[in-house]
C-alpha cells in the first residue's frame, strides 16, 4: 500500500524537503564558523519556549521562534562582547534551556508524549498550518542565506576582512544567529531537538568531501539535505521507522559512503601519481564584495 496517498505523509514529505533544503543553506556558515553544534544550544532554549507556549496555552511553534531567537541573539553578543567565552555561554543555554523545558512542560496539562514530539520530531502529525509555517520561513532563510551568501562568507571566513570592506559585521553576525533559530524552530518538527544540529552540519560535512569551493559546497550539501529528507521519509513511510532519525541516518549513512569513496579515489590518484590539489576557495566571493 503506498502511504503516500495519505495527506499526513504528503505534508510529512514536503515539508521534510524544505527544512532539508534550508537547513544546510545555514549550516554551512555555522561549520565555517566552527559552531557546527550551536543549533543543539539553542534548540534546547526553543525547548524552553515550546514549554512555555504550552504553559500559556500559546502556540509552541510560536513562542520557540521568540525563545530560540531571543538565545541566539544572547549567544552572539556574549560571544562578541561578553567576557565569557562563546562555548561556555553555550553551554549555559544548553542545560538551561533543557532544564527549563522539562520544568515548564510538566507544570502544563502536556502529557510526556508533547514533550517527546518536539525532543526526537514528530513529522507525521504536520499539519496544514505547520506546513505553511514552515514554508513561509524556510523560504524567507533560503532566500536570505543565498542573496546575502559573499557578504555571510566573507563574515564567517575573516572578520576583519570584512570590517576592513565596509561590512555591516554586527547586523550580519546577527542575521546568522536568527537565521539559526528560525533553522532550529521549524527543524523541530521534522527531526526533534536531539538531532536538529545533525541535519544542518552533516550535509555540510558530507560535501566537503567531494567540492572545495564554497559556493560549490554549498550547493552540494542543499542537494545532499534534500535527498537525506525525502530518502528518509520513505524508509521511515516502509520500515515503520521515526521519520527524524531516518532522515537523520539517511545523512549519515551519505557522509560514510562519500567519505569512502572519497577516500579511495585519492588512494587511486596517489598511486598513479594524478593527484593534484584544487583551489581551496573560489575567489568570486571576495571579487564580489571588492567590486
Not at 35 to 45: C, N, P, S, T, Y
Amino acid at each position: 500500500m503506498d502511504l503516500f496517498q495519505y495527506d499526513f505523509m504528503l505534508r510529512a514529505l514536503f515539508g521534510a524537503l524544505i527544512i532539508g533544503l534550508a537547513a544546510p543553506a545555514l549550516g554551512i556558515y555555522l561549520v565555517q564558523r566552527r559552531l557546527a553544534l550551536i543549533g543543539d544550544g539553542i534548540g534546547h532554549v526553543a525547548l524552553t519556549g515550546v514549554g512555555a507556549g504550552l504553559l500559556l496555552n500559546r502556540s509552541p511553534v510560536l513562542v520557540a521562534v521568540i525563545a530560540a531567537t531571543l538565545g541566539a541573539i544572547v549567544i552572539e553578543l556574549v560571544r562578541a562582547y561578553g567576557r565569557t567565552s562563546g562555548d561556555l555561554a553555550l553551554a549555559l543555554l544548553f542545560y538551561g534551556g533543557i532544564a527549563g523545558g522539562v520544568v515548564l512542560v510538566g507544570l502544563s496539562d502536556a502529557s510526556s508524549g508533547a514533550l517527546n514530539a518536539y525532543l526526537f520530531g514528530s513529522l507525521t502529525t504536520t499539519s496544514q498550518g505547520d506546513l505553511v509555517t514552515i514554508g513561509v520561513l524556510g523560504a524567507a532563510l533560503l532566500v536570505t542565506m543565498l542573496v546575502l551568501r559573499p557578504a555571510l562568507f566573507a563574515v564567517c571566513h575573516d572578520e576583519e576582512y570584512a570590517r576592513v570592506s565596509g561590512l555591516p559585521v554586527r547586523a550580519l553576525n546577527l542575521i546568522i544567529a536568527v537565521g539559526t533559530a528560525i533553522t532550529v524552530t521549524i527543524a523541530m518538527r521534522a527531526v526533534g531537538v536531539l538531532l536538529i544540529s545533525a541535519l544542518m552540519v552533516v550535509p555540510v560535512a558530507t560535501a566537503q568531501q567531494v567540492t572545495r569551493g564554497f559556493r560549490s559546497t554549498m550547493a552540494a550539501a542543499m542537494a545532499l539535505g534534500l535527498f537525506a529528507a525525502g530518502a528518509g521519509v520513505w524508509v521511515a513511510a516502509t520500515a515503520d521507522t521515526a521519520p527524524g532519525a531516518s532522515v537523520v541516518l539517511v545523512a549519515i549513512g551519505s557522509f560514510l559512503l562519500v567519505a569512502l569513496g572519497a577516500a579511495g579515489v585519492r588512494a587511486v590518484r596517489r598511486r598513479t601519481g594524478n593527484d593534484r590539489v584544487a583551489p581551496q576557495a573560489e575567489p568570486a566571493e571576495h571579487e564580489v564584495l571588492l567590486g
